[in-house]
């Protein structure tokens, strides 16, 4: 059975005060890792895709990287307005829905100015 | 408008009543999704539309019923919930929905359930 592990639950960070993010899975043929940001209250919004091991991308002050096991989301310096809940979401093979995503439960970041 | 779209934002229901959720994408996209967001649950999947053709139906109680009378539309009729059905219902769409391909799936804003 696919599992997304993320870990920590909750992260309060100083403002300035970098960290990291994580998704461990274990799923059967993974085609991609997704990242979303998630508000109280809204819709994920749409992060990061990665699809193979040593693949980093960057946006901002986020960066995510991706090995065969896990996924790392970087926060360098964040900001009070970087505070949300972090998702991570894997897509495997599927010959029925190819689109199929299976959420980690997430981690909620907390940015305290 | 653009992006996707979900009406109502917020709705309070008895278990006898009968509402619908509606999901609008405004993409150009051929397939789309309803999940359930619970507290502290992982978002679950519940329905896939391709092309307005249901693919997928995750083992869903019969008291959510979902149409799709086009690409652009998502329905999700509900009736005779239980108050465990309150939660975030998330809509979302994908280019695509075919085997291997890869396709972000981009998420509207919401309906909040609250099941009385």
Known sequence: EDQVTQSPEALRLQEGESSSLNCSYTVSGLRGLFWYRQDPGKGPEFLFT????????EKERLKATLTKKESFLHITAPKPEDSATYLCAVQVREETSGSRLTFGEGTQLTVNP | ?????QTPRHLVMGMTNKKSLKCEQHLGHNAMYWYKQSAKKPL???????????VENNSVPSRFSPECPNSSHLFLHLHTLQPEDSALYLCASSPRLAGGIRDTQYFGPGTRLTVL
């Open chain 2, 44 to 54: 679950e999947l519940m329905f896939v539309y391709s092309l307005e053709e249901r």
């Open chain 2, 1 to 5: 408008e653009t992006g996707v779209t």
């Open chain 1, 50 to 57: 990665l699809y193979s091991a040593g693949e980093e991308k």
